[in-house]
């Protein structure tokens, strides 16, 4: 099934003078976050127009529930990707349309009609596919630049990711018209590491970032919106959902820790790609070792139930060898991969 969650996508360094319009003087209600809703109000002050409610920081059943709004006709999204998850919900919920305002480019949470829900310990729980209708993501230079670079870097990799799953998924063909469409976007994704993504040209918005920060809101989101199932997730983010049952890895972005899975899935595989990935990650900034995500080998047999668990619920092409993914953990736990 090809879904597809979002009616305008809109990036241009005026984005958000667009936004009065847009609201047309609807009752709107903003969902908020902690950081980029003061950042939005310097550029666009009218912002403080709409009443607003803050999001507590993680996407549950609680917190959505506690967010539900009556008497409303448009929801206002301002922040990342929990919370634009968490507004989804709530607009699915409440059966009204929804305006996304991105904070961070930090992953596709945006472009995409579903939501991924955790615990209230922090802990990966499910993600949740339904209709939604995000009438316009208002992507805005202002906004971006202004954010912390690590989120973008984490965003990266997550839109890099979405190459590798992918490919594992179904190859580098499919005779699914949704599925073919997802593997060719996913190749563009691909490409985001031949791009100069430094730090210095995210703080200067050059032509490689803003091409990326398209990726990682909106085309990323893409491929499993005409994919589905053949390109949305595997052991990447099998093994990220395993690794937030450590609160050590809490403190560790969405990406960093997908980017970690893509190695362990790329050495599942045997890839010749992984050591080229493996060596991109590290001089991305990203944790290469179960040791830098606060993993010890005693968790190493936790870890491995706990991916076998997940990539059971997923589509895979093959069961995983268990005992050939403990062996990745236990070279992974360093570094002994040359």
């Not at 976050?33 to 609680?62: K, L, S």
């Not at 959505?64 to 008497?71: A, G």
Request: charged share 25%; proline share 4%.
């Amino acid at each position: 099934m090809i879904r597809q969650a979002v009616l305008e996508y809109d990036h241009a360094d005026d984005a958000l003078d667009r936004l009065y319009e847009l609201v047309s003087g609807r009752r709107a209600h903003v969902l908020r976050g902690q950081n980029g809703y003061d950042v939005v109000r310097d550029i666009y002050p009218a912002i403080t127009d709409y009443p607003t409610t803050q999001f507590r920081g993680e996407c549950t059943d609680a917190e959505v529930e506690r967010l539900k709004q009556k008497d409303i006709d448009v929801l206002i999204a301002i922040g990342g990707g929990k919370l634009v998850d968490t507004a989804k919900l709530v607009a699915y919920q409440c059966n009204v349309p929804l305006i996304v305002i991105p904070t961070l480019a930090s992953n596709c949470a945006a472009f995409t009609p579903l939501s991924v829900v955790y615990r209230k310990d922090g802990s990966y729980d499910r993600y949740d596919i339904f209709r939604v209708v995000i009438e316009r993501v208002i992507v805005d230079p202002r906004v971006i630049a202004r954010s912390p670079y690590e989120y973008f870097r984490a965003g990266v990799i997550d839109t890099v990711a979405k190459f590798y799953e992918a490919r594992y998924l179904s190859g580098d063909s499919s005779i699914d018209a949704g599925v073919n469409t997802g593997l060719a976007l996913a190749e563009q994704c691909g490409r985001l590491v031949e791009l100069d993504l430094s730090k210095a040209a995210f703080e200067s918005y050059s032509d490689d970032i803003r091409f990326a920060v398209d990726h990682v809101l909106a085309v990323g989101g893409a491929v499993g919106g005409f994919g589905d199932a053949g390109t949305r997730v595997a052991v990447g983010h099998a093994v990220h959902n395993a690794l937030s049952r450590f609160a050590s890895t809490h403190a560790f972005l969405h990406g960093d820790k997908v980017g970690f899975g893509l190695i362990v899935q790329e050495r599942l595989r045997r890839s010749a790609d992984a050591s080229y990935l493996e060596a991109w990650l590290k001089r991305f900034g990203a944790p290469t070792t179960l040791e830098t995500l606060g993993i010890g080998p005693d968790d190493i047999p936790v870890l491995v139930d706990s991916v076998m668990t997940e990539t059971e619920l997923q589509q895979l092409p093959a069961p995983l060898n268990r005992g050939y993914l403990k062996i990745i953990f236990e070279n992974l736990q360093l570094s002994i991969y040359k």
